[in-house]
């Protein structure tokens, strides 16, 4: 583990210096060491770093529970990604609420930015109905060539995780405190499971437990880090609906199973659906129809490999960024590629047309497949 890695951790130890704080010192000063290092004075000319921040600082304390941090993850083989590092997920990034710091446990981390994601959750107390659906869906995103993303909750969240290792679906559990530990207790075994073909996800040092406030942020990370979600069962507030509220931020696509009128293990479904919040499914298969989500993946990234050749420069730039971020809105598009909105707005209407991209809501792009 090299010293750059000690003060990445360490600047996440900051008080007061959260994850868009830590972004914002990085940005201005460099790298995480180059913040340790600058003065009084010259923090304080960073935009949105004030008197407080700065007082409140304790870099010697902070760098102590970094080092012994370190020691944890060369211990334990656990990864850490700072949000500058290549093997960052990208679609995470995307988002400026993003965790500073991730650390992984796992068998690939190449999963967290695999071709396809599909975040599952519902609610903590199913009906067989709920747990039926999701064991269905599961089963039928397993020819789809997914990387599934949940919980490790009780409910939906285990459910999904317990399927998708039945099934050798690799599948990643984010969880709302450190890797140390594993909550609930009684998840333990199906979280080793996970760690084979999977992994666990964390924005938490190794000692930090599972409080009450950790799990509401977790969820921006699941919503983060998808393609689509599907809320399964859920009632009308709660995880699942803050998940699938985030999910529409990022310009995710959402998903949602449909159930009885007035029930209220459904009734958070029906009204995502009512509100059109989300579109409804009753199987895997209508998901990778509203993705465009064809055979295993390799074959929609074979045919699009084979038209890009015939594109021109401009083309192949724009498509170039859509595939690094996906989602992109157009003024963000047309700022990245240094094209004005004018000829961006006919090159983008001709890739739709030729079916390399897709349009999502708010004006948002992304390539299609």
Same mark, same amino acid.
């Given at each position: 583990?090299?010293?750059?890695?000690?003060?990445?951790?360490?600047?996440?130890?900051?008080?007061?210096?959260?994850?868009?704080?830590?972004?914002?010192?990085?940005?201005?000063?460099?790298?995480?060491?180059?913040?340790?290092?600058?003065?009084?004075?010259?923090?304080?000319?960073?935009?949105?770093?004030?008197?407080?921040?700065?007082?409140?600082?304790?870099?010697?304390?902070?760098?102590?529970?970094?080092?012994?941090?370190?020691?944890?993850?060369?211990?334990?083989?656990?990864?850490?990604?700072?949000?500058?590092?290549?093997?960052?997920?990208?679609?995470?990034?995307?988002?400026?609420?993003?965790?500073?710091?991730?650390?992984?446990?796992?068998?690939?981390?190449?999963?967290?930015?695999?071709?396809?994601?599909?975040?599952?959750?519902?609610?903590?107390?199913?009906?067989?109905?709920?747990?039926?659906?999701?064991?269905?869906?599961?089963?039928?995103?397993?020819?789809?060539?997914?990387?599934?993303?949940?919980?490790?909750?009780?409910?939906?969240?285990?459910?999904?995780?317990?399927?998708?290792?039945?099934?050798?679906?690799?599948?990643?559990?984010?969880?709302?405190?450190? +890797? #140390?530990? $594993?909550?609930?207790?009684?998840?333990?075994? /199906? %979280?080793? &499971?996970?760690?084979?073909?999977?992994?666990?996800?964390?924005?938490?040092?190794?000692?930090?437990?599972?409080?009450?406030?950790?799990?509401?942020?977790?969820?921006?990370?699941?919503?983060?880090?998808?393609?689509?979600?599907?809320?399964?069962?859920?009632?009308?507030?709660?995880?699942?609906?803050?998940?699938?509220?985030?999910?529409?931020?990022?310009?995710?696509?959402?998903?949602?199973?449909?159930?009885?009128?007035?029930?209220?293990?459904?009734?958070?479904?029906?009204?995502?659906?009512?509100?059109?919040?989300?579109?409804?499914?009753?199987?895997?298969?209508? +998901? #990778?129809? $509203?993705?465009?989500?064809?055979?295993?993946? /390799? %074959?929609? &990234?074979?045919?699009?490999?084979?038209?890009?050749?015939?594109?021109?420069?401009?083309?192949?730039?724009?498509?170039?960024?859509?595939?690094?971020?996906?989602?992109?809105?157009?003024?963000?598009?047309?700022?990245?590629?240094?094209?004005?909105?004018?000829?961006?707005?006919?090159?983008?209407?001709?890739?739709?047309?030729?079916?390399?991209?897709?349009?999502?809501?708010?004006?948002?792009?992304?390539?299609?497949?």
């Amino acid at each position: 583990m090299s010293d750059s890695l000690i003060h990445q951790i360490a600047l996440t130890r900051l008080p007061q210096v959260g994850a868009v704080t830590a972004k914002t010192l990085v940005s201005y000063c460099g790298s995480a060491e180059a913040v340790f290092s600058a003065t009084k004075r010259e923090l304080l000319r960073i935009p949105g770093i004030g008197q407080a921040t700065v007082a409140g600082l304790r870099p010697a304390e902070a760098l102590q529970q970094a080092e012994r941090e370190v020691v944890f993850l060369e211990q334990n083989g656990v990864e850490a990604f700072f949000y500058t590092d290549s093997r960052y997920p990208q679609r995470l990034r995307q988002n400026t609420d993003c965790p500073a710091l991730l650390f992984f446990k796992g068998s690939d981390p190449a999963q967290l930015d695999a071709a396809r994601i599909v975040a599952v959750v519902g609610t903590r107390q199913p009906t067989d109905y709920g747990r039926g659906l999701c064991e269905e869906l599961i089963d039928g995103l397993l020819p789809l060539n997914v990387v599934m993303v949940s919980g490790l909750a009780f409910g939906i969240d285990i459910t999904a995780h317990r399927r998708a290792c039945q099934q050798g679906l690799p599948n990643i559990g984010v969880l709302g405190h450190g +890797l #140390a530990s $594993i909550y609930p207790n009684q998840h333990k075994s /199906t %979280a080793h &499971k996970m760690i084979e073909n999977g992994g666990l996800l964390s924005e938490y040092g190794h000692d930090v437990g599972p409080d009450r406030e950790h799990f509401p942020m977790r969820n921006r990370i699941i919503a983060g880090l998808c393609d689509a979600l599907v809320v399964v069962e859920t009632g009308q507030t709660g995880g699942s609906i803050i998940s699938a509220e985030l999910a529409a931020q990022y310009t995710r696509e959402v998903f949602a199973f449909p159930g009885r009128v007035r029930d209220l293990h459904s009734i958070g479904c029906n009204q995502l659906i009512k509100n059109n919040r989300a579109h409804l499914i009753e199987s895997a298969t209508d +998901l #990778a129809t $509203i993705m465009d989500w064809t055979g295993d993946g /390799t %074959a929609s &990234k074979a045919t699009q490999a084979s038209l890009f050749p015939d594109l021109d420069d401009d083309e192949q730039h724009i498509t170039t960024l859509l595939r690094e971020r996906p989602g992109l809105a157009i003024d963000e598009l047309s700022m990245a590629a240094g094209v004005p909105p004018g000829n961006l707005a006919r090159l983008l209407l001709g890739l739709e047309f030729k079916g390399l991209i897709r349009t999502l809501p708010g004006k948002r792009y992304r390539i299609s497949g």
